[in-house]
């Protein structure tokens, strides 16, 4: 009779524990989690018309350094980084350095006038269907990667930390240079 | 006698009825789709099972922020595009981690959180049936006068009279 319930007891011990293990080992990163998976990957294809009517293709800038922004005109910190950016393409207007916007659950008149009232001249994409935002793993606004010039995602910034003209222009002589 | 044996064939058969009844339904329950859905059922039954990168324990069907409406835009444009749940549900896992799906996956070592709870449930069931097996045969046992009992009642009776 002991046995027995020596042997209940057991199990019963060894399911707790198993619980408790499974428990441990599980993934409790629940909020405000951020996606680092592109790094590293082919850049997925960015395509589709810009706020000014024109068509825009990632696959023309083959060869240059990208930087992709996505931006809501709604956005505090998109309003907050914009300037950097407008430094960062006046720096680099013919060097082979691009920039270009992605709009982000934003319309696409709200967005022409985030750009009429903050400045700027770089290719911003008109996107309804947040399918490019999702193929960059994109969690919230704003959110800006750099693809280099063999057309693979190298780094990501997270909301506006980092997203200066001067930091940005550091990473790219960094990895120009290997480093 | 024969009513006896006749009757507990039949409690044996009853209970092997149960058993095949709930591995059957049980069966049913885990196979069956619930028939074909509509591209909006779909959609809300997806949206369901993906989680909000932004948000704290809330998936894409529940809560209102930019993202989640993105997500629950492109997989309706993705439903259309005739891709299968499973491929939609990997496009998020590639672009967001694998914890990007709330279902814990069915496979690997993950899986013990599907398979402990029923294999507990069998554990209990076995443990509760064997302790009433065992009470029973006890009881049983004590309706049956052994040899000591009958020499005891002989000997009250021979000092009574």
């Known amino acids: 009779m002991k046995n027995r319930s020596a042997i209940a007891a057991g199990l019963v011990a060894v399911v707790i524990a198993v619980l408790i293990v499974l428990l441990a080992a599980s993934d409790t990163q629940q909020t405000g989690s951020v996606s680092y998976e592109i790094l590293g990957e082919v850049a997925p294809q960015i395509t589709g018309p810009t706020i000014d009517g024109d068509q825009y293709s990632l696959l023309d800038e083959r060869g240059d350094w990208v930087v992709v922004n996505f931006f809501a005109s709604w956005c505090v910190g998109c309003r907050v980084e914009h300037p950097e950016l407008v430094e960062f393409t006046e720096r680099h207007e013919d060097d082979g350095v691009q920039l270009v916007a992605v709009m982000f659950g934003d319309t696409e008149t709200d967005a022409r006038e985030f750009f009429n009232e903050l400045g700027g001249d770089w290719p911003a994409l008109v996107e309804e269907t947040g399918r490019i935002a999702i193929d960059y793993g994109v969690t ?8 280099s010039p063999s057309g693979r995602v190298v780094y990501k910034w997270i909301g506006t930390r980092g997203v200066t003209a001067d930091n940005i222009d550091a990473l790219i002589a960094q990895l120009e240079g290997g480093g | 006698m024969a009513l006896h044996g006749f009757k507990a064939q039949w409690r ?7 058993a095949i009844i709930g591995v059957a339904a049980l069966i049913v329950g885990a196979a069956s789709d619930g028939g074909p859905q509509s591209d909006g059922e779909r959609m809300s039954q997806l949206a369901s099972t993906i989680r909000c990168p932004q948000c704290r324990g809330q ?12 997500i629950r835009g492109d997989i309706r444009v993705r439903i259309s595009e005739g891709e299968t749940d499973d491929e939609i549900r990997q496009v998020y896992i590639d672009r967001y981690g694998r914890s990007i799906v709330l279902n814990p996956d069915s496979g690997g070592f993950t899986g013990l959180v599907w398979i402990v ?3 507990a449930a ?23 006068a052994t040899e000591e009992d009958r020499e005891l009642v002989a000997e009250l009776r021979r000092d009574r009279s």
């Open chain 2, 122 to 144: 069998g554990l209990a069931t076995a443990a509760v049936a064997l302790a009433f097996r065992r009470w029973r045969v006890q009881a049983d046992s004590l309706r049956t």
């Open chain 2, 59 to 70: 998936s894409v069907a529940e809560s209102n922020v930019a993202i989640a409406r993105e």
């Open chain 1, 140 to 147: 919230a606004v704003p959110e800006t990667l750099l693809i």
């Open chain 2, 117 to 119: 709870p029923v294999v």
């Open chain 2, 12 to 18: 044996w058969l009853s209970w092997v009825l149960i």
